[in-house]
């Protein structure tokens, strides 16, 4: 493997035009599907709009108070720490818990957000998406349940661990 490893897309990444966060500006990027970045922005706006009427309604005192909280509590909530990899090892295939590198942190947890919010049919994906990240805000949801899943197969695998 000649060259460098990573491209220069980190430097390159404008923050998005609403919040100025780069975070989100990756995000949108995520949703976005066959290039159209207009889209995509439009589907996480209009789901950051749906949030703040949710919030609007909210009572408790420790909960977010704009839309862009919700959405880094959401991220940080469904970043795995470890994970299983598959190492071969004399023959047999072992599961090896290993920890995840922030940058992968990241990017599991935004796959996994967008999958459950893709995998629901019938409404718009503005609505589904911010139900997603709602939930995932408290700690629930599909997106969650797939990091527990991580999780549990993580510490199920313990006794592998000295391979890694």
Known sequence: ??????????????????????VLARFINCVMQDGKKSVAQRIVYDCFEIINGKLAKETAPEAPKEAIEVFQRAIDNVKPFVEVRSKRIGGANYQVPMQVNRKRQQSLAFRWILEAARSERGRPMASRLADELYQAAQGQGKAMQTRDQTHRMAEANRAFAHFA
């Open 1 to 22: 493997m000649g060259g460098k490893r990573f491209t220069s897309a980190e430097s390159q990444l404008r923050p998005d035009p609403r919040y100025n966060d780069r």
